[in-house]
């Protein structure tokens, strides 16, 4: 008989794995299986966690469906698809972490500037009135930098690893 796993911050719950006698769990037994926990444990949690758990449930169908018929042959990947994508994945770390998750996207370098990138990208997506006004806030931005620094990022010493940005002649 194996021991039992010991609990670590990847299994917070300490989950015990299915024995090898249950059989194979498809992905949507698995997203039943955190839909019952979520009911079970963190109810007022459920809402989201369903909502997210549809919406990868059916990009995970339509992108098999895409192997499996005709019917999709137009399909493409749309740039707004990918952010949804990569948002909900973000929502759902949050979701499943919490603060151990913000601490997480917090110690990856430039993580909270992607996040708000992406998120800003949904949201362009959904209303298109907040790109002009994101570009004449980074317009404004820049403006304020120039006026401090007259070589703007270039006279600033490399970052993380970075070269620093080529200089004019």
């Not at 249950?22 to 926990?37: L, M, Q, S, Y």
């Not at 996207?105 to 949201?123: F, S, Y």
């Not at 490399?158 to 002649?169: I, V």
Request: aromatic share 6%.
């Amino acid at each position: 008989m194996n021991p039992a796993p010991a609990a670590c911050p990847r299994n917070p719950a300490n989950v015990q794995p299915p024995p090898a006698e249950a059989g194979f769990k498809n992905f949507r037994d698995v997203t039943a299986e955190v839909r019952a926990v979520f009911l079970a444990k963190r109810g007022a949690d459920h809402p989201a966690a369903d909502a997210l758990l549809k919406e990868f449930e059916n990009r995970r169908d339509r992108r098999n469906n895409f192997f499996h018929s005709t019917h999709l042959l137009d399909l493409t990947l749309q740039p707004a698809d990918c952010v949804r994508a990569f948002v909900d994945l973000l929502d759902y770390g949050k979701l499943l972490f919490g603060v151990d998750w913000d601490a997480a996207v917090a110690a990856t370098g430039n993580m909270e500037t992607c996040e708000a990138v992406l998120r800003i990208d949904k949201k362009s997506f959904a209303d298109p009135s907040v790109t002009p006004k994101l570009n004449a806030i980074l317009k404004k931005a820049a403006a304020c930098r120039g006026a401090s620094d007259k070589e703007g990022l270039r006279n600033r010493p490399p970052s993380r690893g970075h070269p620093p940005a080529p200089r004019n002649p």
